[in-house]
């Protein structure tokens, strides 16, 4: 074989890695735009059957005074699923002001913040600590009405279940 021809093949087979590699980067950037995730549902049932139903019992926790190992897996397993929530919340759905929503930093701000105080939540549960819990309650609810406030200050779950907050 010759030098020249050695040199040919050597550069036809970077041609073919270089274009390869130029073929795979525009498949995978066009795979990450048509794979948008998002909920089925919109980000107001989110919060209305999820963030709502889990951190209402995280509120009252300190006023309930929970006693029994069930009362506190319960909270717990709430402060968890109120975790998760707030996560959920930072995707659209099917809400006509989701994707305006999750655009927003502000909003990505405030469902990460709920993330992390349900997180102290899940902690204080752990701990067994009235005045943990009580305070990681008082968080979230500083979150969830400063973010009320900025986005949904009339309507705060559009009355999907009517109005199942628990009194203390």
């Not at 050597?10 to 990450?32: D, H, K, M, Y």
């Not at 699923?81 to 502000?106: F, H, V, Y």
């Not at 009580?134 to 009405?145: F, K, L, N, P, Y």
């Amino acid at each position: 074989m010759s030098i020249i021809h050695s040199y040919a093949v050597r550069g036809i087979r970077a041609g073919v890695v270089s274009l390869s590699l130029v073929l795979l980067t525009a498949c995978s950037s066009q795979e990450e735009e048509t794979t948008t995730l998002r909920l089925p549902v919109s980000i107001n049932e989110v919060m209305a059957s999820l963030v709502n139903h889990a951190a209402d019992p995280i509120w009252v926790a300190a006023w309930r005074n929970p006693q029994t190992d069930t009362q506190w897996r319960e909270l717990e397993h709430l402060a968890k699923q109120l975790e998760i929530g707030g996560a959920l919340l930072a995707i659209p759905g099917t809400g006509p002001m989701d994707e305006q929503w999750t655009s927003n930093a502000d909003w990505r701000n405030f469902a990460d913040q709920l993330s992390q105080a349900a997180a102290r939540a899940v902690n204080a549960a752990r701990a067994r600590d009235v005045q943990l819990i009580a305070r990681s309650g008082d968080e979230i609810v500083d979150v969830c009405e400063a973010c009320h406030i900025a986005y949904k200050p009339d309507l705060p779950t559009m009355n999907i279940y009517g109005e199942l907050s628990p009194r203390p």
